[in-house]
């Protein structure tokens, strides 16, 4: 990896997480990386604290969706109950005309003594849509500013075909 800089976001388990075998479920992996999204991207609300690449507002009046157009996780441990939050590690690999290609690792909770875990690798690409006619809408030039300081490489998949 190059020197990226990557947003931390804390991101606690919730009990439900856990599927029988008392690891987080693969479903709720693809949650905890959508709450990542949300954290990372959606202004705050009054109170709230946000890092700088929150600059997208969560309503549907502002007309712009932001869809899930591929996804693609590699599990590389399986990811216990942890009471302290994972620490998932975000930054772009690409920010396209309307679309965008977010990366994430996600490791184990920083306050844990000895080496660091990592659970997952991921990528999701996003696209950002009109509301009413669902056609692509470009990045604005306050999306690319936010979001560009945290461009670097893709994630290198060790297990990929």
């Not at 075998?21 to 479903?27: A, E, L, P, W, Y």
């Not at 949300?38 to 969560?58: I, K, M, N, S």
């Not at 965008?100 to 990528?123: F, K, N, Q």
Request: glycine share 6%; charged share 25%; net charge negative.
């Amino acid at each position: 990896m190059t020197d990226t800089r990557r947003l931390h976001v804390p991101i606690h388990l919730r009990w439900g997480d856990l599927d029988a075998f008392n690891h987080v479920n693969n479903t709720s992996m693809l949650k905890l990386l959508e709450e990542v999204r949300v954290r990372a991207f959606w202004l705050p609300g009054p109170g709230e604290e946000a890092p700088d690449t929150a600059v997208l507002a969560a309503s549907l009046d502002v007309g712009v969706l932001t869809l899930v157009a591929r996804q693609e996780i590699e599990y590389l441990a399986p990811v216990p109950y942890r009471r302290n939050p994972l620490d998932v590690q975000l930054w772009f690999a690409k920010l396209g005309g309307s679309s965008m290609d977010i990366c994430y690792e996600v490791w184990s909770p920083v306050e844990e003594p000895g080496e660091p875990v990592l659970y997952a690798r991921a990528t999701s690409v996003i696209v950002m849509a009109d509301a009413v006619t669902g056609r692509p809408v470009r990045l604005t030039d306050e999306q690319r500013a936010a979001w560009s300081p945290y461009l670097g490489e893709p994630v290198a998949y060790t297990h990929r075909r």
